[in-house]
């Protein structure tokens, strides 16, 4: 049992993909240890993609595919540069409000990172700001996609955890944090405006200008706030949310806006259809590995070794995040969830941990894998867009990865900061 985990990171040093890897070790641990019969493993491997809750999660991305491609973007960024462009260092501010709205459209991070970057990337290089800050600012900002609700995050691991998290209350959990590291992002913004002498500032606000690119940009905002909104009054499920959102996000491009043709139709059903698939296979094979550390009480025993080091629910949880930061440099994100939520929730129990509150902080500490090198998928979609060196990017990322490490932390020792939403309206 002790060498699976070596086993499994000799296997992504090599460059078989994760979902292989995962496969393969468990494959191997069941014909040497000789404890099941190899015909079990495609009844794990189904079972562990075999859940209606999952369907949620190819509904968010293809959500976020038509909202990129059916100019509901342009809309937001528009109402998001009315609102916040006349503050100094407004393009950068304009980014993250962008993120932030975004984010209540798509449910995932790189999704948001794209469609930010395509379009405010390059009118920051236009106003003078650094190609590397332009490209950190819309990176870091992505982080909130997974956070703020909807969230494909929050669908990913209440499954893996067992099926005992309510997906409504995690949505709700994640609005505080996920608004806090959006101000967070625009405090420093503004700090670092003042002293590098970013453009912005000299422009005042207009009314007319603010009423207009809410009308333009309404029938795109909404869809987050009916998502939830249907989801807590009980009107239909996460993964009926889902569906709606996606049929919704279709009409609005398709036939009111007029800028999702069937070609881009197409594309997206196409680019939805294959994220989904490399998503499911990671939860099959997954399932095999938890299966086996189950079988092992590998969880268990865990938990009661590290009982006498780790003394508190406190230090539990700080452990929990600086894992996954560290994991974070060389793991997606997903895939670090989905090998060690199934270790760490059966653990958290001896430590007497609010799965909830768990749920939440492994969520926000594995967004930090967008951003921090080599991994950093984030930088390297934004990178081409400014045409600049990693390098450049990933000195910049630095202090908007304290902004979120310092949310994540104020979420861990103050769990009310998070979770008064949900306990008061559930």
Known sequence: MIALFPTFFALLTI???????????????????????LTVVPTIIFGGMDSFPLLAI????????????????????????????????????????????????????????AAVGSTMIPSMIREGYPRGFAAAVTAASSVMGAIIPPSVGMLIIAHIAGG??????????????????????MGLIAILARRRG?????????????????????????????IIGGILSGWFTPTEAGAIASCYALILG?????????????????AAGKLSAIVFLLFGTAKLVSWILVLDMVPQKLGIALQGVIGSADMFMTVVVILFFLLGFVMEGVAAMIMLVPIIFPMSKVFAVDGHHLALVIVMAVQIALITPPMAIALFIVT????????EVSVEVIPFIGVV????????????????????LM
């Open 198 to 226: 970013f453009p912005g500032g000299d422009q005042g606000w207009r009314l007319a200008e603010i009423g207009s690119s809410l009308k333009r940009a309404s029938l795109a905002i909404v869809l987050p706030v009916f």
């Open 164 to 185: 005992n998290l309510s997906v409504s209350r995690l949505f709700l959990a994640g609005i505080t944090p996920g608004i806090l590291i959006g101000l967070g992002m």
């Open 15 to 37: 460059g078989v993909p994760i979902a292989f890897s995962l496969g393969l070790i468990g494959v191997a641990y069941i014909l040497l240890s000789g404890q099941a019969d």
């Open 58 to 113: 190819p509904f968010f991305i293809l959500v976020g595919e038509f909202a990129v491609r059916g100019d509901l973007m342009p809309r937001i960024v528009d109402f998001a540069r009315s609102l916040i462009g006349p503050f100094k260092g407004g393009l950068a501010h304009v980014t993250v409000g962008s993120s932030m709205l975004f984010s209540g459209v798509t449910g995932v991070g790189i999704a948001d990172c």
């Open 405 to 424: 490490l310092a949310v994540v932390f104020l979420v861990v020792y103050f769990p009310q900061t998070a979770m008064w939403l949900p306990n008061l």
């Open 384 to 391: 081409p867009m400014a045409n600049c060196t990693i390098k």
């Open 254 to 270: 398709a036939f009111i806006y007029r800028t999702l043709t069937p070609h881009e139709i197409f594309e997206s059903l196409l």
